[in-house]
C-alpha cells in the first residue's frame, strides 16, 4: 500500500502588472536611429488593444529591425493609459543584400495576463514588395490586413498600427 500523497501540478503564473516598471524606465529606448543611422525618419506608433476594444495601458512593447544598410536597431517602451507608445526610427530596410522580404519590423509584446509573450511583424501600406514576401504569404489572405501599418493621413512620416488582442480584427502571431 502506497500511503504518500499524490502530487499536483501548481497552477501557472503570469507576468503580473508590475514588470513594466522595470523594463520600460528608459525611454531612450523610443529612439532607434541615432543622427547617423541613415534613411527616411519615420515614426512609429503602436496601439495594444484587449478583446474588449479597451486600450492595454501597461503592456511592454520591443521592436527590432534592420536599417537600409542592415544593422539593426532595437527599441522599447511601455504603452501609456491610452494603450499606445510611439518610436522614432528609420523606415526599414533588408536583413541581407539578397533578401527578398517587404520592409518589416518585428515586434514582441509582454503583458499581464501573458504566459508567453506575443511575437508579430508590422508591415507597409502600398510596400510592392507585399506581394512577394514569404512571411505575409504564409499567413491566410483575410488575415493579413492585421500585420499592415497605416500612414497618418496629415503626418506622412508617421505610421500607424493596432495590435488586437482578441476579437474580430486579432492581430495574426507567429508561434516562435
Known amino acids: 500500500m502506497n500511503n504518500e500523497t499524490p502530487r499536483l501540478a501548481t497552477a501557472s503564473q503570469t507576468v503580473g502588472p508590475f514588470f513594466s516598471f522595470g ?3 528608459n525611454t531612450t529606448l523610443g529612439r532607434m536611429a541615432g543622427p547617423d543611422t541613415p534613411g527616411e525618419r519615420i515614426r512609429l506608433e503602436i496601439r495594444v488593444i484587449d478583446g474588449a476594444g479597451a486600450p492595454v495601458p501597461d503592456a511592454v512593447v520591443e521592436l527590432w529591425h ?4 542592415g544593422t539593426f536597431l532595437f527599441g522599447r517602451l511601455g504603452t501609456d493609459p491610452a494603450g499606445a507608445c510611439a518610436f522614432a526610427t528609420v523606415h526599414p530596410g533588408q536583413a541581407a543584400p539578397d533578401a527578398r ?6 515586434l514582441c509584446l ?6 508567453r509573450h506575443l511575437y508579430t511583424r508590422l ?3 502600398g510596400d510592392p514588395s507585399l506581394e ?5 504569404a504564409a499567413v491566410p489572405s483575410d488575415r493579413r490586413a492585421t500585420l499592415i501599418a497605416r500612414r497618418a493621413e496629415a503626418e506622412p512620416s508617421t505610421w500607424r498600427f493596432d495590435i488586437h488582442l482578441q476579437g474580430d480584427r486579432e492581430t495574426v502571431y507567429f508561434d516562435l
Open 23 to 25: 523594463l520600460t524606465t
Open 132 to 136: 512577394t514576401d514569404a512571411v505575409l
Open 66 to 69: 534592420a536599417d537600409p544598410g
Open 110 to 115: 509582454f503583458m499581464r495576463g501573458l504566459l
Open 123 to 125: 508591415y507597409f501600406a
Open 101 to 106: 522580404d517587404a520592409a518589416h519590423v518585428n
